[in-house]
């Protein structure tokens, strides 16, 4: 008796393990359906997406046609329909960039033509901006970074010397001192100052770059919802619609 059911054992196995092969496959397939309903729904919402936000009376998700017909006077400045024009903002003068990814606006860039001296400007801008957006989520300033370089290598020298008949402080220490104090001196002309906003549809950033022989001050506002898809130009545009058209079947 025992001959025959040892004979069966391998049967049992094999039915056993294609058992778990044919639901791991139902699993695997089902998976992949999943995944697709995901990504074809998602390539519709991208395909429909219009946000009700952006830079003045534009909106995240407008075409340059759509962009084009609130500045009229704005010319196209490269193939995928990326807009410029020269406008007052705040009371300055500033060269606006409208960037869009497939076909949909996504960035909006300001750089103002600025006279007064840059921290000024900035602090200005930097004011009105967080009266509309809040306190500020990050913020840089390269020349108090330097300074507080100077106070740190400075507490460290003294620590060295203090309760002792002789200083301890080396003369790598005392050169150090000195490279951060040139450093810091330079970043009095030479320096970025960064501040950056953020709300439930839009990202901004404020910049100032000051140089001995030039300033630069600039204003970027980002979609959160198109980010991740910029640099995504017109050679996707069809994928996006073969999704669409997927969409549409399900």
């Not at 056993?16 to 697709?36: F, N, Y």
């Not at 729904?41 to 962009?67: C, H, I």
């Not at 108090?144 to 002789?166: C, H, I, P």
């Not at 950033?205 to 000051?210: A, D, I, S, V």
């Amino acid at each position: 008796m025992l001959r025959p059911l040892a004979g069966l054992l391998p049967l049992c196995l094999l039915a056993a393990a294609c058992g778990s092969s044919a639901r791991q496959q139902a699993l695997l397939e089902r998976r992949e359906s999943i995944r697709e309903s995901n990504s074809a729904f998602a390539a519709e919402e991208l395909a429909n997406y219009r946000g009700k936000s952006g830079f003045q009376e534009t909106r995240w998700g407008m075409s340059p046609d759509e962009v084009r017909a609130l500045y009229p006077e704005a010319r196209t400045t490269s193939s995928e329909g990326d807009l410029r024009v020269a406008l007052r903002v705040t009371d300055r003068p500033a060269t606006v960039d409208f960037q869009f990814t497939l076909n949909k606006l996504a960035v909006v860039s300001l750089r103002f033509d600025t006279g007064a001296p840059l921290r000024e400007d900035f602090d200005a801008l930097s004011e009105l901006l967080s009266m509309k957006y809040g306190e500020p989520t990050s913020r840089r300033d390269t020349a108090e970074e330097a300074e507080a370089r100077v106070r740190s290598a400075e507490s460290y020298n003294r620590s060295l010397g203090e309760g002792t008949r002789r200083s301890r402080t080396t003369a790598d220490d005392l050169a150090y001192e000195n490279k951060v104090r040139v450093e810091a001196l330079a970043a009095q002309s030479d320096y970025v100052v960064e501040k950056s906003w953020k709300d439930t549809e839009t990202k901004l950033q404020l910049t100032g770059w000051q140089q001995p022989d030039t300033r630069r001050l600039t204003l970027d506002y980002v979609s959160r919802f198109l980010e991740p898809h910029l640099g995504k130009r017109s050679t996707e545009l069809e994928a996006l619609e073969k999704k669409r058209e997927q969409a549409q079947e399900l």
